[in-house]
Each structure stands twice: as structure tokens, then as C-alpha cells.
């Protein structure tokens, strides 16, 4: 549906179709007033979204933080961001913001009401990445309510401060130890999972590139897995995406042992009579999902008592590879990290190794 501005007199107004009435003439909602021609622009925006959402048409200078938020989510987030980026947003708008900021008129909110709603959050055990995710939306959602949509005439959220303190909480590395009894349950009853937990641990590829992992992805006789995509549940179905910056695009070389767990699985998957381009075939003979995973990782912990996470398999692969002394540029470039930070402080974690091994180079200097 598309409308027009116009300029009548010194004002600016708006107008679109919505119809026809019982005798077959077009009906047309008209608005006018507007100071500018960006100002009308706005406010057409919001009608015809309102219109086409089946809501009743409002001024826009009375709208709510929660049509505010749903209508920001569906002509920029779905717009502008990738699939899981979308999920997100969905998601925390819905549970933790328009829950309790939504029933107030974009043009009262206020600083005070914004810290107000952030020290409940802290209060209420929110954590750290939950704050600042919730904050980092909010912070763009009315700023472009100031601009482009003039729909308020400031962004409050600059005025609010985050400065609470949290305990430093960091999850202990999974040992190899661990992982060996993962696997070893796995592989007689949980085959398929068996194979992608082994990729995962020797490869410190991310869930979502495993389970995207096509046939043309995996060459064992140069012994390299390629990463060229990841897979995504998307309307009920498994979809392939690229990465999502171009360090994830990367060829992994792989050792004897990983290459030699793949050759007896793809010669096992020949017997599914799949012709799915997908490697990893669940028990439906269905493509391996992230949800099947997670249902995987339950069952890991109800029966070895290891409670691991696909994602610990990835820290994991990157503190052995610094423990043993491995050039961290291809530690980085392994991983598919865009900079050499993201490596060193989130997936490759001090040990007890790492810590007597710098004592002894020290040492070594005197």
C-alpha cells in the first residue's frame, strides 16, 4: 500500500486509499498539519502500517511504546537484520519490553521512567548480557523515533545509566577428560551425534555451521572441511544462510582421526537412502537440528552426568590449541573470529598449563 504528502498552504499533510465503500467509491484517509515534509512522511508510515496490521488508526503523536516497538520491529529490524538477529529482538520486545514500557505514550517517556525500569530489571536478577542487549534496543528504537520517524523530539535512553555491578561469573572450561566420556556414550546409541559432537571438539566449528555442512563441504581426500554457510530453523524448515562476516568463511584443515570418523559416517549415511544434501540426518530422517541438539545435550547429562554445551566444544578446541603453544593468528582464522580479541578473551580461556608456562618462559629470561 503506498500514499503520498503533499504541501497545502504552510502545512504538510498526508493521505492513501483504504478502500472502497458499499456504493464502489475509494475511500481515502487524510491528515494534515505537519510543520514539514519529513514530519508527514513519518506519520504516513505508521498509518498505513497501522492500516494494513488491522489497528485502528491513531494519532501518531499518541502512540504507544508497544506500537511503537512492533511497528519499529517490522519496518527495521525484519528490514535490516539477519534471521537470529530478528528472533531476538522478537523475543525481547515481547517478554521483557512491551510488558512493562508499552502501555506508556512514546511522547511521556521519560529518562526517570527508563532507569526506574532497569533497576527493577537489575533487581530482578537480570544479567549483565540481558541488561545490555534489552538497553541496546531500546536505545535504537527511540533514537529513530527522534529520527527518521518525528515521533518524539528526544532519545531518553542517553540519559539513563547502566552502572551496576555484577558478579563476574565464568563457566569452567570442559575438560578433555569429559568430552572423551561424552563421546564414548554417543557413539554405540547416538550415532549421528556421536559424529557431530567429534566435528565440533576438532574443529571448534560453531553448531550452526556443522548442521549446515553439505556434501561438496567436506573433501577427505585433502583432508579440509569448507565453511561456507550455516543453518537456520526457519518456518519449520532447515535453510542454509552465509556467515555472518567473511572470517567464517574459512577452509578448516582436519587430522587423520576427525577424517577417518567421517568416512565411516558418510559410508553409513549412503544406507539411509536420503538424498538430502544435508550430511547430518536425524532418526526421522530429517535434517539435524539445533533443537535436536539441545534434546541430545539433556540426555548427555541425565545419563554421564557432563553437563556440556555444543558451544564449550569451540572454547574448548581453542584454549588446547593456545596450551599447546599454537600461532594464535591461525588459532583466529580457525575459529572464524574477525580479530584477534574476540580469540583471546572469549574462547580462549587461562589454564592452569597457560599459567605455569608463562611462569617458565619468565623464568627462562633470567
Known sequence: MKGSVRKRGN???????IGKNENGKRRRKEKGG???????ESALRL???QFENGNKIVDESNISVAQYMNFWYEKYVLLNTRFRTQERYEAIIRIHINPYLGHYKLKNITSAILQEFFDNAYKNGYSKALIRDVAN????????????????????????????SFKD???????KEEVNIVLNFLKDDYYVFYVIYSVGYMTGMRISEVLGLQYEDVDLFNNVIYVRHQALWKDKQLIL?????????????IGNTLTNILKEYLDYRKTLNNKSNFIFINSYNNPVTRSNVQKIKLTILKYTGVNIRFHDLRRLHGTLLCEANANMKGVQTRLGHCNLNTTMDSYVKKTKKIDLDTVKVFEELL
Open 11 to 17: 502545512t504538510y499533510s498526508y493521505y492513501f486509499d
Open 34 to 40: 505537519f510543520k514539514t515534509k519529513s514530519e508527514a
Open 47 to 49: 498509518a498505513i502500517y
Open 137 to 164: 534496543i531500546l536505545r535504537l528504537a527511540l533514537a529513530m523515533a527522534v529520527h527518521p520517524y518525528q515521533m518524539t523530539i528526544s532519545n531518553e535512553m542517553v540519559n539513563v545509566r547502566l552502572k551496576y
Open 169 to 175: 561469573y565464568e563457566r569452567d572450561i570442559i575438560s
Open 241 to 253: 544462510v552465509e556467515p555472518k562476516t567473511n572470517s567464517s568463511i574459512r577452509d578448516i584443515s
